[in-house]
């Protein structure tokens, strides 16, 4: 069984309004830098489904860019669309909430949504940004938020935002979503991780994207630098609680340098499979190469666990019949 937890829906409507047609993928572009490419494959269901045949992945959970740092109005659209896409084909596509995290005064509006989204319509997860609204995930703002997602038990899939604040030196050469977004990815585990918030929030499940922006390459200038806060015992080191998180293996068009490296730093046991389908991997074959090399490297439980297990019991999915 393989469970993808990093791809991406579009609706049609907003695909098309923006010039989408067939096979014609359109990038987004906000004060001049380039915000996301849009494709039709984002919202032609049988071709996402076709293409997930070939590769023999069993389910995906989708995320939506268009419910990044969205108003309430819109997430609650969008919301409402990935619970359709669920109950229509069931066992096969499950959707990640899109919350207006940090868009209102306050976030009592996301918390309300964020009971909708998983207690109603029974989606599995919630998908985020790294900076939602353009704040630092350790602002305290976001505390009730953590609050409750750890109450709840449910997880939380933190995804570069499509245009990362405050690097404008990587403005040109479309930087912003190569090294920009991977750096924004980096600087969200630090300051989760320096300000305490796993520390204050221990049960709180967070999935960060891209292999946490390939930060197991920064470890060794990292370590001896975190600061304690908390806990004074001097095994509770960065690796320690950066092996608290979780790490998807999308965002590096299935090359696997970033993913041994990962391997070798954060372990397979706090990864979960992602293709980022269809904005680095586009078709099944392309997926299914990804897959295979993964399982090239990997112990059977350790493949197990990465590309299904850990899905399952963080989102509370259940294999398909037959599986």
Not at 65 to 87: K, T
Request: aromatic share 8%.
């Amino acid at each position: 069984m393989i469970i993808d937890v990093h791809n991406h829906f579009i609706p049609e409507k907003i695909a098309r309004a923006h010039g989408v047609e067939a096979g014609k993928p359109v990038t987004v572009v906000e004060k001049g830098i380039p915000k996301f490419t849009l494709r039709d494959r984002e919202f032609l269901v049988e071709t996402r489904l076709s293409e997930m045949e070939k590769a023999s992945i069993s389910i995906q959970l989708l995320s939506s860019p268009v419910g990044w740092n969205a108003s309430l109005e819109e997430c609650r659209a969008l919301n409402d669309q990935l619970a359709d896409l669920q109950r229509e084909h069931k066992g096969r596509l499950m959707g990640l909430a899109a919350l207006p995290l940090g868009v209102c005064e306050s976030d009592k509006d996301a918390i309300e949504e964020l009971h909708r989204a998983i207690g109603r319509l029974e989606l599995k997860g919630v998908s985020i940004p790294a900076q939602p609204s353009g704040l630092p995930m350790d602002d305290k703002r976001f505390y009730p938020f953590y609050k409750e997602v750890e109450e709840m038990g449910v997880a939380v899939f933190v995804h570069p935002s499509p245009t990362p604040k405050g690097f404008d030196a990587i403005a040109k050469y479309n930087l912003h979503r190569i090294v920009g977004r991977e750096y924004e990815l980096s600087a969200a585990i630090c300051r989760i991780i320096y300000g305490g918030v796993i520390e204050e929030f221990p049960g709180l499940t967070l999935v960060f994207s891209h292999f946490g922006g390939g930060i197991s390459a920064l470890v060794e200038r990292i370590q001896p630098r975190y600061p304690s806060r908390i806990n004074t015992d001097p095994s509770h080191d960065f690796i320690y609680f950066a092996k608290k998180l979780y790490f998807d293996t999308a965002g590096f068009r299935g090359g696997m340098l970033a993913f041994r490296l990962a391997c070798d730093v954060l372990g397979p046991s706090r990864m979960l499979f992602g293709t980022d389908y269809p904005q680095d991997l586009e078709e099944g074959k392309e997926m299914k190469n990804y897959i295979d090399a993964l399982r090239s490297v990997l112990k059977d439980e350790d493949y197990e666990t990465l590309m299904h297990k850990n899905a399952m019991k963080l989102c509370g999915l259940r294999p398909r019949d037959g599986e």
